[in-house]
């Protein structure tokens, strides 16, 4: 079969799964709800498919090239289009709302491949894991999105440009040249904590319990 299909690159192909069902519910469904909630899996799949990748010692150039790159294509799906998707679902139905949610892919393309390019040379001189980024890593959509979908019902009629203005930041965000240190095992494991509360709460105002 054309690929790799090992255990390190599993995590990588059920976040893509994910996001891709959340496609689904925000734009044949119109479900804001169901898209956050697999914005968010597709966000807790991502956070560990490296160190799961890392574990397997023998990887060959191929397979870790391989990683890299199935990584990105991954995530431009689940961390940029799933949050325009989500666009959609919340009624999103005019050009220029439509020009946003493109460029806020358009960046999330940008961002990705310019990280590609920036790993390959540093994992020829370097090796190891990556230590920092340029540009805000895209899969912090994972978090952010989910978590203004919350208060969608208290927007009101606003939140349509609440979202819209959340994602214009957000995408400039990702094609800024500002440097952020990947965070360590404390702040991941406060991230997961976070996840873990914004879905409960995602859960919580979709069955209308507040």
Same mark, same amino acid.
């Given at each position: 079969?054309?690929?790799?299909?090992?255990?390190?690159?599993?995590?990588?192909?059920?976040?893509?799964?994910?996001?891709?069902?959340?496609?689904?519910?925000?734009?044949?469904?119109?479900?804001?709800?169901? %898209?956050? *909630?697999?914005?968010?899996?597709?966000?807790?799949?991502?956070?560990?498919?490296?160190? *799961?990748?890392?574990?397997?010692?023998?990887?060959?150039?191929?397979?870790?090239?391989?990683?890299?790159?199935?990584?990105?294509?991954?995530?431009?799906?689940?961390?940029?289009?799933?949050?325009?998707?989500?666009?959609?679902?919340? %009624?999103?139905?005019?050009?220029?709302?439509?020009?946003?949610?493109?460029?806020? *892919?358009?960046? %999330?393309?940008?961002? =990705?491949?310019?990280?590609?390019?920036?790993?390959?040379?540093?994992?020829?001189? @370097? %090796?190891?894991?990556?230590?920092?980024?340029?540009? =805000?890593?895209?899969?912090?959509?994972?978090?952010?999105?989910?978590?203004?979908?919350?208060?969608?019902?208290?927007?009101? @009629?606003?939140?349509?440009?609440?979202?819209?203005?959340?994602?214009?930041?957000?995408?400039?965000?990702?094609?800024?040249?500002?440097?952020?240190?990947?965070?360590?095992?404390?702040?991941?494991?406060?991230? *997961?904590?976070?996840?873990?509360?914004?879905?409960?709460?995602?859960?919580?105002?979709?069955?209308?319990?507040?």
């Amino acid at each position: 079969m054309v690929g790799y299909w090992g255990y390190t690159v599993y995590l990588t192909y059920l976040s893509l799964i994910s996001a891709v069902l959340g496609v689904g519910f925000a734009v044949v469904d119109h479900n804001a709800f169901a %898209g956050a *909630v697999c914005l968010l899996v597709s966000g807790f799949l991502d956070l560990f498919d490296g160190k *799961v990748a890392r574990t397997k010692k023998n990887r060959t150039d191929r397979e870790k090239k391989f990683g890299m790159q199935i990584d990105s294509l991954a995530d431009l799906v689940a961390f940029g289009v799933l949050p325009a998707a989500i666009g959609f679902a919340i %009624g999103v139905n005019h050009w220029w709302q439509w020009l946003i949610l493109a460029l806020f *892919v358009l960046c %999330g393309l940008v961002r =990705l491949a310019y990280f590609n390019v920036l790993e390959d040379e540093r994992q020829a001189t @370097e %090796g190891g894991a990556n230590t920092g980024f340029i540009g =805000l890593p895209i899969t912090t959509s994972a978090l952010i999105f989910p978590l203004i979908v919350i208060f969608a019902e208290d927007f009101g @009629e606003w939140f349509q440009l609440v979202y819209l203005i959340c994602l214009s930041i957000v995408g400039l965000l990702f094609v800024i040249r500002i440097k952020i240190k990947k965070p360590k095992l404390p702040m991941v494991i406060a991230m *997961v904590i976070f996840g873990a509360i914004v879905l409960t709460i995602l859960i919580l105002r979709k069955c209308n319990v507040f």
